[in-house]
Nanobody, 129 residues
Framework: QVQLVESGGGLVQAGGSLRLSCAAS????????MGWFRQAPGKEREFVAA?????????YAVDLVKGRFIISRDNAKNGVYLQMNSLKPEDAAVYYC?????????????????????WGQGTQVTVSS
């Protein structure tokens, strides 16, 4: 059973930065594509960023992050990260880490939540204006 635990959320002023971390245990982390999603109150969960199991490919919700966010991973540490810069009040949400078992190659990434098999409990990000 794969477990994902997010950390790094908190309160930050607009324009500030946060680095979210997701620690994985169980399973074979290095073979999973990973993604970050977020959900604000009253809104549906939305895709933010994804990274292939090899780290060779990344994919972003460009309309949301526009180069402000960077996803990365360290397979040796079973971790995936989301560096968030130039934060805006509209970035406030619960951020979820997710893992996909789909074996579609070392460049595979997906924004489709239904292709993720494992989810963390989320970490709250609050951005003050």
């Amino acid at each position: 059973q794969v477990q994902l635990v997010e950390s790094g959320g908190g309160l930050v002023q607009a324009g500030g930065s946060l680095r979210l971390s997701c620690a994985a245990s169980g399973g074979t982390f290095s073979r999973y594509a990973m993604g970050w999603f977020r959900q604000a109150p009253g809104k549906e969960r939305e895709f933010v960023a994804a990274i292939s199991w090899s780290g060779r490919s990344t994919y972003y919700a460009v309309d949301l992050v526009k180069g402000r966010f960077i996803i990365s991973r360290d397979n040796a540490k079973n971790g995936v990260y989301l560096q968030m810069n130039s934060l805006k009040p509209e970035d406030a949400a619960v951020y979820y880490c997710a893992g996909s078992e789909y074996d579609k190659g070392s460049y595979y990434t997906t924004a489709n939540a239904y292709e993720y098999n494992f989810w963390g409990q989320g970490t709250q990000v609050t951005v003050s204006s």
